[in-house]
């Protein structure tokens, strides 16, 4: 049964809030009669309190009209509830417990690290400024540069113990209702009691949770948040963590990069081909090389097809073990220069490439050949801006090696239709995941793979938007 607020005292609000060694509750004597000032030390700018008390204090003294109510502070009649929600979210709460009245004060005081450019999405021209941890400061970095009064902010609360809040934003005139529809029922239907991370998240908000490939472009650019709201998308902001998600997208959206809008439209678009060509190489190389040397020699040249046989002939084991060996090394090489100190980390890039690299092909363990065929491979599939759809295309080149094992090339014209099986039946937020090529649409596609020129009024413009319609 829930206290009513006429019993309430300071022995009670201790309790409510297990006697925490930063919450302050304060008696004070008003003209309305006794009552309590508590909040958070850890979570309260204790300046700002005061101030804010004693304003209130003198315009009670005044018998002004609404004098709780102020800019920053709200009068409500007495919630238990709200009342342990409000000063767990960094609340001054002043309760006068005769009147059964509270007053929540807006003074929270979060800290925030400076908006330092991410380390995994560096540009050479552009903007340097990342998102934090703080939701309000996310937001007052897309509100800057998007001063249009279209431009919807959606809070939804997450978590019913610590109130964590996720937000959801879009451009009013530009996104799909249908699709905003959709996004604010799946965040609404997240169920637990605890808040996400973006991670947890976007498990909830994907179409597809199993597959390989990300539905969910995430990032933490503010500039790459407000390129994608043009488009008609839909951004998700998750409190305590820098990491934006943005959907719908498509497949190609993850090989787009902002220095491509930032450099020239033939620099641009050359670099774009260049990550596509590179998709291909990073999934198809190692599964052609075990094919070749398995299956179809007569392919190479004679010349080439011999210095192979040679370093072929000489291994204990067959191709695709040699290739496993040295793919897993790679990604174990990856992993531990991820974990380690930032001064360690390129060391052990170092020792594990060079010195122990050297050593297997010394030992006779792998080919030259095969080094060469997975540096490549590492190579190319670092290329893909987007880190998830890098650890996605990474993890599919192991399934085209098998099929080139077991069935040469016809194993991986197999796989690969199975691929774009799996592609064509993606979506993001019910989008077709592999827009424009399916749905085929002829005046999209060269948008997919070329960076236009930004001229006023551009006739084509308007195909920059894959999911835009636009309201009457």
């Not at 949770?209 to 488009?231: A, I």
């Not at 210095?307 to 695709?320: A, E, F, G, H, S």
Request: glycine share 6%.
């Amino acid at each position: 049964m829930k206290n009513p607020a006429s019993t309430i005292d300071k022995y009670f609000l201790e309790d409510l809030f297990y006697g925490s060694s930063d919450l302050v509750i304060q008696e004070v004597q008003w003209t309305i009669g006794k009552g309590f000032v508590c909040y958070f030390t850890t979570l309260v700018d204790t300046v700002e309190t005061a101030k804010q008390i004693e304003l209130m204090r003198s315009r009670s003294e005044q018998a002004l009209k609404n004098w709780g109510t102020t800019a920053i502070s709200t009068v409500q009649a007495f919630n238990q509830e709200q009342l342990i929600e409000s000063i767990c979210s960094g609340m001054t709460l002043l309760i006068f417990p005769e009147m059964n009245i509270q007053i929540q004060l807006s003074t929270q005081h979060f800290t925030a690290r400076s908006p330092d450019e991410p380390i995994g999405e560096t540009t050479v021209r552009g903007s340097h400024e990342g998102f934090v941890e703080s939701l309000e400061q996310n937001l007052y970095m897309i509100r800057k540069r998007l001063a249009i009064p279209d431009l919807v902010i959606r809070t939804v609360k997450m978590g019913k113990e610590n109130n964590s809040n996720a937000t959801y934003i879009y451009i009013d005139s530009l996104a799909d209702p249908d699709v905003v529809l959709e996004a604010a029922n799946r965040l609404k239907n997240i169920p637990g009691e605890y808040a996400l991370g973006s991670g947890q998240m976007e498990d909830y908000l994907e179409d597809t949770v199993y597959s390989p490939f990300p539905q969910l472009l995430n990032t933490e650019r503010p500039d790459r948040v407000v390129e994608n709201l043009l488009e008609g998308k839909i951004a998700f902001l998750i409190d305590h963590s820098p990491t934006v998600l943005i959907g719908p997208v498509t497949f190609f959206s993850f090989f787009q990069s902002p220095d491509d809008y930032n450099a020239r439209p033939i620099v641009g678009t050359f670099y774009r081909l260049l990550r596509l060509g590179g998709l291909v190489m990073a999934v198809l190389l190692p599964a052609f090389y075990i094919a070749v040397v398995s299956y179809h020699f007569e392919i190479l040249p004679n010349d080439i097809s011999q210095q192979v046989k040679l370093t072929v002939n000489d291994l204990p084991y067959r191709p695709i073990f040699e290739a496993l060996f040295l793919e897993l090394f790679i990604e174990l090489i990856r992993e531990a220069s991820l974990r380690l100190p930032t001064p360690i980390g390129p060391t052990i890039g170092i020792v594990g490439g060079l010195v122990i690299g050297d050593a297997v092909v010394n030992a006779g363990l792998v080919s030259n050949v095969m080094i060469v065929v997975v540096a490549i491979t590492a190579i190319s599939s670092y290329v893909i801006p987007s880190p998830e759809m890098n650890m996605s295309i990474r993890i599919i080149r192991f399934p085209f090696m098998i099929m080139a094992t077991l069935f040469g090339f016809f194993g991986m014209c197999i796989m690969a239709l199975l691929l774009y099986i799996h592609l064509l039946n993606l979506s993001s937020l019910k989008q077709p995941y592999f827009s424009p090529l399916i749905p085929f649409d002829a005046s999209r596609l060269w948008v997919v793979f070329l960076r236009l020129p930004f001229f006023r009024h551009h006739p084509q413009q308007k195909t920059f938007s894959f999911f835009r319609r636009g309201r009457k």
